[in-house]
C-alpha cells in the first residue's frame, strides 16, 4: 500500500463511518446484516472431538498444538489476533504458551452453532482483535407446550479412532416446559500417541480431556435469564513443539445472561461472566521426560451490556458497553534438588493484571432496495500491569553472570503500568445485482494491544526465555514492557453468484496493513547440543509494520438425480495467504501456502457419504528469524459414511485414506522427536496416518 493510501486510511473510515451514519433511511423492511456478513453453522448431531474439527470445515486453519489445544489461524493470523467467545464470554489462555486457549474449553458435541466472521467484523462481535471473531454459542434453549417441566431429549454418542487408539464418547439430557429448561452435556476422549502416514510413532501427542456443562434458562412473554456452568478437567496433554507438556487444568466457569424486550420494541441484553483456571506444566510421559513444574493460576471477569433499537425505516442501532478483568499468576515452584531450579521461587508474572473497558454503537441499514449498509465505532481503554518479580537465584552460572538475576532488577525498576486506547472503525456494504449476483465490499480499522507474556515476560536466560513462547518453534521469548497496540487496516470484497441451476461461487480478496505489528527479532542464538542443527533464536517481542493479501475462493454445484443416486453436490474451494515484514519483506511466521479441497457428498435416504481430497502446496516462504522449516507439498483423501435408522446413527470413516506422510506446515517443530533423535535436527511435525474410525449415536 502506498504512504499516501496509508496516511488517508483513517480519515477515510471515519469519514465514511460517520456519513453512512448519518445518511436518510428509505427502506421499509429492517435488515439483518448478520445474514451478510457472518458464516453460521449449526452442528452435525454426529460431531464428536474437539471444536477445531467443527470449525475447519468453515475455513479456519489451525496452528498444531495439544490434542485439543490448536490455536485458530484466520487470514494468516493467530492465537490472540483472534477474538474468541463461547456464549459470549471471551476467554484467555492462562499459560505461557498458551496450552489452554479459548476453544479446548469446549466439545463438538457441545455447541449448537458457531459464526466464523475472517478480517472486517461488527464492533458489537468484541473489540481487542485484528485477524477476525470466532463465536461458539452452547446456550440454545428449547422450550416445550408442556405446563410441567418433563423429558423432551437426549442422546448418547460414541467413536473410536483406530490410529492413536483415539476413545471420544459424549452424553446429553434436557427437561423443557413451557417457561424453563434445563440441559446437561459433557464429552470425554482419551487418546495415544498417534502415528504417521509411515507407521512411526510422532511422540508426545497423546491426551485426555473431559468437558461438562449445566445449562438453564426461565422465560416469560417479554423476557428470559439463561444461565451456564461449566467444569473441564484435563489431567494430561502432551505438546511435541513445546519443551514442556500439560500436567493438569482444572476450570470452572459461569456465565449468567438476561435478555427483554424493550416498550419501543428495541431489545436489551446483559451478561455476567467468569471463568477460573488452575494450569500446572510439567513432564508426565518417557516419550518427553523431564523434571520442572510450573503453575498458573487466573481469573476473566466481564460483563455487556447491549441495548437494540429500530429506528426510523429498516434500520437497527446497536449501542453497548463492555468491561473485562484478567488476573493472573504465573510461577515456577523451586526444585529441592536443583541446584540452578531454587531456592526460590521463580515468579514470571506476580499479579499479572489486563483491564478493559469498552462502549460501542454500530448501524445496520437499508438505504436503497439493493443496498445494505452497516458500520460501526467502538473505543476500548486498555490496561495493564503486574509485580515484582525474581529468578530462582542469583548465582553466577559456569563463571558467568546471571542473566535472569540482572533481568529481574531492571524489570523490578520498570514502569509496569501501560494503558493503551483502541478505536475500531468498520464499514460493510452489501450491493445485490440482481436475483442470482451480489457484491459486498468492506473497510475497518482494528487494534489489539499486547498480552501479559507480550509485555511482561522478562527472563533472558536460555531455560526462561524457552518456556516463554505458542509457536511451536523451539526459540525462546523475552517480553517488552514498551509494546505499542497492534493497529490493522483492511480493505475487503466478495462476489457471490448463485444460479438458477444449483450453481454457486465466490470470490473474496482481502489486504491489510498492519502497523506496530507483535512480532520478534533475534537477540542471542543457543544450542544445548553439539550438533549444528540443534542452533536456535532468543527472540524479543518488537513492534514492526507488516501486510498480508490473500483470496478465497469457494464453488460448487449439486444435483438431484430422482434416482439410485439421490442429491449429489461438489464443493471445491481454494485459499491463498502472503505475509511479509514491510523493513525487509521477509516472510511472516507460519503463513499457510496455497491449499485447495474438493468434495463429493451424496445424500440418498439414511444414507450420506462424503470423499474429499485436500491439497496443499510447497512452504517455501518461510521465516528466518524464528528458523522455521520449508515444508513439502502433500495430497489427503477423506471418506466418511452415514446410517440414520430409527434413533440410531452409524457412521464409518476413514482419515488419510491413502496413509500419506506429510509435514504439516502449521505445525511447528517437534521438540520431543528432537530430544530422541537431535542428530535429525528440528522437523516439523508429522500429520497423522490413516485411521479407520467407527462411531455411533443414539437419541431418545
Known sequence: MSQRLRSIFPLSVIALTLAGMTSPLDAKEPIKIDEIIQIKTTKPESALGDASQLLKEQGVDFSA????SALPVLNGMMGDRIKVSIDGNELTASCANQMNPPLSYVSSSQIEATQVIAGISPVRMGGDNIAGVIRVDQINPNFTDSQELSWNKGYLAAEYQSNASHWLTSAGAEWSSRDLTIQYQGAYEDAKSYDDGNGNRVLDTLYRAQNHSLIGSWKDSEQQLSFKVNHQSIPFQGFANQYMDMTDNQSTGVVLRYQSSLNNEGKFQAQLNWQGVKHEMGFFTQEKPGMMPMLTEADDFSYKLEWQWPILDGATLYVGQESFLYQLDDYWPALESSAMMGPNDYLNINDGERRRIAAYTELDWQPAQQWQLS???RIEQVHTDTGAVQ???????MGM?????AAADEFNASNRSQSDWLIDLTLTALYTIDSNQSLEFGIAR???APNLYERYSWGRGVMAATMIGWFGDANGYVGNIDLKPETAHTLSASYAYNSDNNWDFSISPYYTQISDAIDAEVIGQFNRSD???????????VNEDAELIGVNINAGKSWNTSGLLGLLSLQGSVSYTRGERDIDEQPLYQIKPLNSVLSLHQENGNWLQSLSWEWVAKKDRVDPRRLENITDSYHLVNWQGQYKWSQLTLTLGVTNLFDTFYRQPLGGVNIAQYNNTPEQGFNNIAGAGRSVNFGIRYSF
Request: net charge positive.
Open 65 to 68: 498444538a495439544g490434542g485439543v
Open 375 to 377: 458500520s460501526g465505532v
Open 391 to 397: 529468578p530462582y537465584n542469583r548465582m553466577p552460572i
Open 401 to 405: 553472570p546471571n542473566a535472569d538475576a
Open 446 to 448: 482494528k487494534n489489539r
Open 531 to 541: 550438533i549444528p542443527t540443534g542452533q536456535r533464536n532468543i527472540l524479543q517481542m
